[in-house]
Structures are given as C-alpha cells and as structure tokens.
C-alpha cells in the first residue's frame, strides 16, 4: 500500500507541474482526501513529449471502455442577468478585448487573444491564457498544446474547425504564470458574453483556472474532473490543460474520459 505521504508528495507535484508554485488547502480534510485518492498519480520519471501526429496517436493505449455515471447538479436559472455586454457580438467583442485595459495584463501583451471559431459551435473549450505564441499570434491554443487540442477534439469527432476556443483571460500573464484574481475577474465578462452568444450545448473547461473560474470553486481538478458540472444550465466538463499532459503523459487516459463524457453530451447522451 503506497504511503499517504507520497501521495499527498506526488500530488503537489502534479500541482508543480501546472506552474502553480503554491497552494492552500481548504481545509484539512482536503489534504487527507488527497492522500487517500486513486487519482493521485505521480508524474513518470521521464515524462517526455507527448506525439502530436493524429487522434489515433493520442488516444493510443486509451481504451474505449464503458464511462463513468454521470452526476449532474441541477441547472441553474441565473442566465446572464445583468450582463454589461449584453449587446455585444463576437466581432464586436473581439474589437473590445483588443483595445481593452482593463487590467495590468494590458501592458504586457503583443496581441490580445479573443478567442476563435463558429458563432454557434456546440462545443466551446475554455483554457486558461495565451502562451507565448498565443501571444505573438492573437489566436489561442497553437504551438505544441494547440497540436495536442487539435487531435483530442478530432478524436471525439469534433474537429478544431467546428469548435469555438477561448481563454479566461485573453491576455497573456508574463511568463506564463497563472492569471490572478483580480485579471481574472476583470476579463470573466468577455468570456461570459461569449458563452451567452455561443451558447454551446458542452464547455470543456481544460485546467485548474478555467475550471475554477467558471465554477466558482476552490479544489484540486481531480476533485472536478470524471462529472458533469453546469454553468448557467450549460453542460461543463472538466479535464487536464494540454500543455500539462505534454509534461505528464499519466494523464492522457483521464483526459480521455472526459472527453469521452463531454463526446457523449454532445450526442445527447446522459
Ligand atoms: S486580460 Fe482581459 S481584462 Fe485584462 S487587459 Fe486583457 S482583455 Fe482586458
């Protein structure tokens, strides 16, 4: 039986490898939780890239077994009241987020990244900022995690052209560390809005902030992940970052049964 301490050990380095440097428990329970979950897994010794040559490639060695139940809150009746963007399109959103300096993030950008893809896609990705080339392009996910999006959406036959991907923040936090709270309340409406036009039947949120951010919870993303959640009645999955399975490929089979949970929400499956 592996030691509670190793776990809870290999967990925060899980936490380590997201980019978060610290991290509060919310209570002491939490931290026995932790200890005891099987979802704690720890980094490999050699992580090494994850191949971002095709859905078959990424989902291999990911079986296509039966899912996990599904528990899904009930839905909320709180749909955008108050939205001070309310009138605002996608292209007209797009224009506000460029010129916006809402926060301190604006002085730090080459591009503001608003987001891309059809007005009305059944299914919106939430990350959480623009990386470096994110920045340097103004699109959100390229690079090698963009690659590794690309295939988990082809592999849950939701090709990136049929999906709207957006980020929490739309400006890149300098180096790459996380976005902070104030940032991150600053930009939510834009992201709301977004949501409001959109509206997809599933968000996939893919990381620790993007889940948080639109839960409005505090917890370890093994705690979010494996269920359905709802935001404003929306179905919402959450799963790991792909930038984080590039540097822990353990989570590649976890990654793929959510995905597979959000797949089957889009069939209306339940
Ligand atoms: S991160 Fe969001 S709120 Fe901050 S400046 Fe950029 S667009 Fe505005």
Redesign the pocket.
């Known amino acids: 039986m592996t030691d509670p301490r190793e776990l809870l050990a290999r967990y925060l380095e899980q936490r380590w490898a997201l980019g978060e440097t610290s991290y509060t428990f919310s209570s002491e329970g939490e931290a026995v939780e932790l200890m005891a979950s099987p979802n704690t897994q720890a980094p490999a010794q050699q992580p090494g890239p994850v191949r971002a040559d095709g859905a078959e490639q990424w989902r291999k060695g990911a079986p296509d077994i039966p899912g996990p139940g599904i528990d899904i809150p009930v839905p909320s009746t709180d749909l955008f009241v108050g939205d001070p963007l309310a009138d605002k399109d996608l292209d007209q959103l797009g224009e506000l987020?460029r010129a916006?300096?809402?926060?301190a993030?604006?002085g730090e950008r080459t591009n503001?990244v608003p987001g891309e893809g059809p007005a009305h896609a059944d299914l919106m990705v939430v990350g959480e900022g623009p990386g470096a080339k994110e920045d340097q392009q103004g699109r959100p996910f390229v690079g090698r995690a963009g690659e590794l999006l690309n295939d988990i959406l082809a592999a849950i036959d939701c090709p990136r052209p049929t999906v709207f991907i957006a980020n929490v923040?739309?400006?890149r936090p300098p180096g790459n560390r996380n976005p902070e709270g104030e940032?991150i309340a600053?930009?939510l409406p834009?992201l709301y809005r977004q949501i409001a036009v959109i509206q997809p039947k599933v968000i996939l949120a893919m990381g620790t902030v993007a889940a948080q951010a639109l839960l409005e919870v505090r917890g370890p993303l093994s705690s979010m992940r494996n269920k359905v959640h709802r935001f404003r009645g929306i179905p919402l999955v959450v799963t790991y970052h792909p930038a984080a399975l590039l540097r822990n490929p353990n989570w590649k089979k976890p990654t793929w049964d959510d995905v597979r949970i959000a797949r089957r929400l889009l069939a209306g499956e339940r």
């Open positions: 987020i916006c300096d809402q926060c993030l604006c503001a923040v739309k400006c940032e600053a930009c834009y």
